[in-house]
Nanobody, 124 residues
Framework: VQLQASGGGWVQAGGSLRLSCAASGRTFSSYDMGWFRQAPGKEREFVAA????????YYADSVKGRFIISRNNAKNTGYLQMNALTPEDTAVYYC??????????????????WGQGTQVTVSS
């Protein structure tokens, strides 16, 4: 499956952005999906994940209550709604997919397919 992330940009602290991840090539509904981010000089870190049906979600503590992961399998697209953004959220955001096995996976090594990343910059 090929993934294309979009929706990044510049926003002031307290603002919101909605990232999209468009999938093509294979049946999107067969894959669990995750969002990760990587800030300059830091390792890529888990942000959120959603099972293939959308029935279960999981969030990093740093974004819980502010970010919402969702998906529309009919449109082959996943989303990350980001609210109450802070400068600490500044990073390149990546969407990723993995063949579903019923478990939420938070490690980068658990995902087989990656989008190209979209930059999110939050100014104070």
């Amino acid at each position: 499956v090929q993934l294309q992330a979009s929706g990044g940009g510049w926003v002031q602290a307290g603002g919101s952005l909605r990232l999209s991840c468009a999938a093509s090539g294979r049946t999107f509904s067969s894959y669990d999906m995750g969002w990760f981010r990587q800030a300059p000089g830091k390792e890529r870190e888990f942000v959120a994940a959603i099972t293939r049906s959308g029935g279960r979600t999981y969030y990093a503590d740093s974004v819980k209550g502010r970010f919402i992961i969702s998906r529309n399998n009919a449109k082959n697209t996943g989303y990350l709604q980001m609210n109450a953004l802070t400068p600490e959220d500044t990073a390149v955001y990546y969407c990723a997919a993995r063949s579903s096995n019923g478990y939420i996976v938070k490690s980068t090594t658990g995902y087989n397919y990656w989008g190209q990343g979209t930059q999110v910059t939050v100014s104070s």
